[in-house]
């Protein structure tokens, strides 16, 4: 990293009105893209990365790009209507459930397109995650204590 980073140049003289300091919006994008990895910025690099992984771990990587950010989108709009209900004070209804459903059905399609990228059945995926949570919770309860402090390789 750049010794400038480091000591804090992206940052401006105080101007009173954030404080301490404030921002240098120019330096800070310098910084951005100094960060950031090549195969994020360069279209040549990513499409060599999409066939390594595809030649590698035979991964159907257009499938994979569009489930993950269909998985987001998805994700985002049944949050969008958790947070109305919940922040917002909208009524709860059959037709938010109705809703909310559809959107649980979108996540389903994405979720299992995306198994279908990674070369998995969605039945193994919810095996590993029992057994995850039974290594986890071996009592069988939730436990905010372990919840909070995961053990050694515990994802």
């Not at 198994?115 to 995926?125: L, P």
Request: net charge negative; hydrophobic share 35%; charged share 30%.
């Amino acid at each position: 990293m750049n010794a400038k980073w480091a000591s804090g140049d992206w940052a401006t003289p105080p101007h009173g009105e954030f404080g301490d300091k404030q921002l240098n919006l120019k330096a800070y994008r310098d910084f951005v893209g100094e960060v950031t990895s090549d195969t994020s910025d360069n279209l040549e690099a990513m499409i060599f990365r999409l066939k390594e992984l595809e030649g590698e771990w035979h991964l159907n990587t257009p499938l994979l790009l569009t489930s993950a950010i269909g998985l987001s989108g998805e994700v985002g709009e049944f949050n969008e209507i958790v947070k109305k209900l919940i922040f917002h004070g909208k009524e709860m209804n059959a037709e938010v459930q109705d809703h909310m459903i559809k959107e649980l059905g979108d996540i389903a399609w994405y979720f299992m397109n995306t198994c279908r990228a990674i070369g998995v059945d969605m039945d193994e995926v919810i095996e590993k995650n029992v057994d995850k949570l039974k290594k986890r919770y071996p009592g069988g309860e939730f436990d905010v204590y372990k919840s909070n402090n995961k053990a050694e390789g515990d994802i």
